[in-house]
């Protein structure tokens, strides 16, 4: 049974949205629909709400439940993000777009999604069924140097290479097709893993990562939302690990026209005009919000304003 969906930071996130009555708003992971049906909440008769979610059992449960003109669901990843905005005549005229990352509890909780190793289920991993390989596939055709990458690169796994030849070694004795056999195969290789966090915790996460494209995905798509904020637009961005929060610090500094060189350096290239202005400091959930949704613990809300 899936438990009751918590938006996290909600608060916050309308806070940051800095919503108008008749503004124009892109929530791009719909999810469950917690932030979406609070931004349209707010919303006049004029207000709209355009949500996207990559998942299509995410699209199919948001079209059953919402019956409301202010509100549209697209079935699209955040790479289509300025295609969905422009075919609909917002380009340069959206408030608020935001990016809730991250898995939603019923990819979690949905053993057949293969996402968790808290459940048996296919390995699957993907956030649309629809398209790409299964983490099954992909584990069954990378080669170990390939496997190692990514448990390094997009888990940050000290072990990573122990562990691809770990997993080569065990897809020679029969396929590698559930999640709690990839649990177990990495449990029994791991030599240490941090107290409190199960050892195969960084491989999915990598593994995931892996199979959706998720880094490129969001690099694109905040480039584009960068582009589709009319002025004064806001850009509202909730990460959960620290790959992600890189790539969205990164590129908010950038467009803001924040340098990372040392203060004396020659900034290289021409100057650029900035676009963005950051909004406060990073956020994070307060104690009592962690007791509620124990997932919001690793979240980081991040916000920037469109210039002219």
Request: with cysteine; glycine share 8%; charged share 30%.
């Amino acid at each position: 049974m899936l438990t009751e969906h918590i938006p996290v930071l909600k608060d916050e996130v309308l806070e940051a949205l800095n919503i108008c009555e008749d503004g124009r708003y892109v929530d791009c992971t719909y999810g469950r629909g917690g932030h979406a049906r609070a931004i349209a909440e707010r919303l006049g008769p004029q207000g709209r709400v355009l949500a996207m979610d990559r998942d299509p059992e995410a699209v199919q449960a948001a079209r059953e439940q919402w019956h409301d003109p202010r509100v549209e669901v697209v079935h699209a990843p955040f790479s289509m993000l300025e295609k969905c905005v422009t075919a609909r005549g917002w380009a340069a005229q959206v408030n608020g777009v935001l990016f809730d990352l991250g898995v939603s509890s019923p990819q979690l909780e949905t053993a057949d999604r293969g996402f968790s190793f808290m459940r048996d289920g296919p390995l699957d991993m993907r956030m649309d069924p629809t398209q790409g390989l299964t983490a099954a596939e992909w584990l069954a055709h990378a080669g170990e140097e390939e496997i190692a990458e990514c448990l390094q690169r997009y888990g940050e796994e000290r072990h990573a290479r122990r562990l691809a030849r770990a997993l080569v070694a065990a897809r020679k004795q029969r396929p590698i097709s559930r999640t709690a056999q990839l649990a177990a195969i990495i449990a029994r290789a791991h030599p240490a893993w941090e107290r409190g966090r199960h050892p195969a915790t960084r491989a999915f996460q990598a593994i995931r990562i892996q199979v959706n494209n998720e880094l490129e995905e969001l690099k694109q798509g905040l480039h584009q939302a960068a582009d589709m904020l009319a002025r004064g637009g806001r850009l509202v961005v909730i990460s959960f690990h620290s790959l992600e929060d890189r790539i969205v610090k990164r590129l908010l500094r950038v467009e803001a026209g924040v340098s990372d060189l040392p203060p004396g350096l020659p900034a290289r290239g021409g100057a650029r005009q900035p676009r963005l202005r950051l909004i406060g400091r990073a956020r994070r959930p307060g104690e009592d919000e962690v007791v509620k949704n124990p997932r919001a613990r690793s979240a980081t809300l991040r916000v920037a304003e469109r210039l002219n």
